[in-house]
């Protein structure tokens, strides 16, 4: 029998070496982890649809895999399980059952993990922070008045915890780097394409968005990769594989490097001195251990990037809330209020103008891509602002009674032509400007928890890579956990 303290010791592949030698068995694993979420989970909210019995049963069925045996937790959005219900973090889904596994979620069990729950997530996965209405705020194990961030909070909430050492994760905007930075946690989202999203989804958020999960360590992340990349049956492409595999390179000398960073926001808003302290500690150790690095930024406009993600952020609202009302009944009124307003403006946003600003996601790719021809990596902090307050992004009481008036009106049209969603994309995004750019880029990107604020409150680094090069990142990523080790830092909770 192991106990919870121990448990909380080992990362995912070393509790799969536990079960594989035969010193615990994955029931025993299982206990633990239920044991854990017992205590804790009232507290942060991390999971908020449990699955015991389904867990129970595959814990004492024979398990392959690299992570056999392995107490692992889904993510509430597009990561489908079976016969269990998806919200997405709405109230307006209530009955939507899948029938069969998303192809993510069948990678996850091929790999051998036990699936007990599904975590948390702000309304269709929209928000840097997870405090939708439907389950209630997941907080911060390291301070519980701080958000864990979104949209994978709940996921991030629980491996800082200690309930899992990792759990299922998506990023569409940041969704797994912001928590990940929140919450002390490693984070990697793969290049587009490397990860597939089938068969319900075939590029989610025009291919913004990819899957993987958030770990306390870099191998795990790795060997999770190596068990679910690939593209499935009708995926729209198929990207390079690797050269080897992914935790092969863990293992890796990543060569000299040169790394550019920034420190200002691409959108031109304020950055916590404490962010921007973290890259720059982070650039010394990094010279510390050979690579050149500095200062430097790829030509892009980030206030157009941020204006043209926000026009896809719109319009996939519009058709998230089109479809959830087809397939599972939801009704528009059910909706979080800002939700039905990006619904809206994503309806009353012209065909045209839509393509156009696609369109111009080739302009950052070529942009980056020139960049990358002389940087190996793009180093910036992950977030402008360590973790937020609950609450604190909370629309204030007029906004909220102006957003009624206009949705009531179905003012769409006029609020495009005013102006104000130029200044929605830069208040919505102040406090995450720098992770959007791989997302809409396609590039893959981590971010590494190299900081911890005066507040014990963590901070990420963040690093972006040329399309297909998560090698190069997990490399990097394992040279930093050893010249400055995380995993020995464990959330107060």
């Avoid at 939708?132 to 008045?145: D, H, I, S, V």
């Avoid at 479809?323 to 045209?352: C, K, N, Q």
Wanted: proline fraction near 8%.
């Amino acid at each position: 029998m192991i106990s919870v303290d121990e448990y909380q010791q080992y990362d995912a592949l070393g509790l799969a070496d536990l079960v594989r030698r035969g010193e615990v068995s994955a029931p025993e694993l299982l206990s633990a982890a239920l044991k854990r979420a017992e205590a804790v989970n009232p507290t942060i909210n991390a999971i908020v649809v449990p699955m015991h019995e389904l867990a129970q049963a595959r814990a004492q069925a024979p398990l392959q895999g690299p992570f056999a045996g392995v107490p692992f937790l889904v993510k509430d959005v597009i990561q489908d399980y079976a016969g269990v219900m998806t919200t997405s973090g709405s109230g307006a889904i209530h009955n939507y059952i899948p029938e069969s596994h998303a192809e993510i979620t069948e990678r996850f069990l091929r790999s051998g993990v036990v699936i007990f729950g599904k975590t948390n997530s702000p309304e269709l996965a929209l928000k840097g922070v997870t405090e939708p209405q439907r389950w209630g705020a997941t907080r911060n194990p390291w301070n519980l008045q701080h958000t864990p961030g979104g949209s994978s909070g709940g996921a991030a909430a629980a491996v800082a915890a200690g309930i899992v050492p990792m759990a299922g994760a998506n990023d569409g905007g940041g969704s797994i780097r912001i928590p990940a930075a929140c919450c002390g946690l490693f984070g990697l989202r793969p290049s587009r394409g490397r990860v597939p999203l089938g068969p319900r989804i075939g590029e989610a958020w025009e291919g913004a968005s990819s899957d993987l999960v958030v770990s306390r360590s870099v191998r795990d992340s790795a060997a999770m990769l190596d068990a679910i990349q690939g593209a499935d049956v009708g995926a729209p492409f198929e990207i390079r594989p690797p050269e080897r595999p992914y935790l092969d390179e863990v293992q890796r000398d990543p060569g000299k490097l040169r790394i550019a960073f920034c420190l200002q926001s691409p959108i031109g808003t304020p950055v916590d001195p404490q962010c921007a302290q973290a890259v720059m500690n982070t650039a010394r150790v990094l010279e510390g251990l050979g690579h050149h690095v500095e200062e430097s930024a790829p030509r892009i406009d980030g206030r157009a990037l941020a204006r043209d993600y926000l026009t896809m952020y719109m319009g996939q609202v519009a058709a998230d809330i089109a479809h959830w009302s087809a397939v599972a009944g939801a009704r528009e009124a059910d909706f979080e209020i800002e939700t039905r307003m990006l619904g809206l403006l994503g309806r009353s946003l012209p065909a045209g103008d839509y393509v156009l600003a696609r369109r111009r996601w080739n302009d950052y790719a070529r942009a980056l891509g020139q960049f990358h021809q002389r940087y190996d990596l793009y180093m910036t902090p992950t977030l402008a602002a360590p973790p937020v307050r609950i609450g604190e992004l909370d629309p204030p009481a007029w906004q909220q009674a102006a957003t009624k008036l206009l949705l009531a009106l179905r003012a769409g049209r006029v609020v495009h032509a005013s102006g104000i969603v130029e200044q929605l994309a830069l208040e919505s995004l102040a406090k995450v400007p720098f992770t959007q750019l791989a997302n809409l880029t396609g590039t893959p990107a981590m971010s590494v928890p190299l900081h911890w604020t005066t507040e014990q409150l963590p901070v990420g680094v963040q690093f972006i890579a040329p399309f297909g090069a998560e090698d190069r990142l997990l490399r990097v990523a394992s040279q930093l956990e050893q010249a400055q080790p995380w995993a020995q830092r464990r959330a107060p909770l």
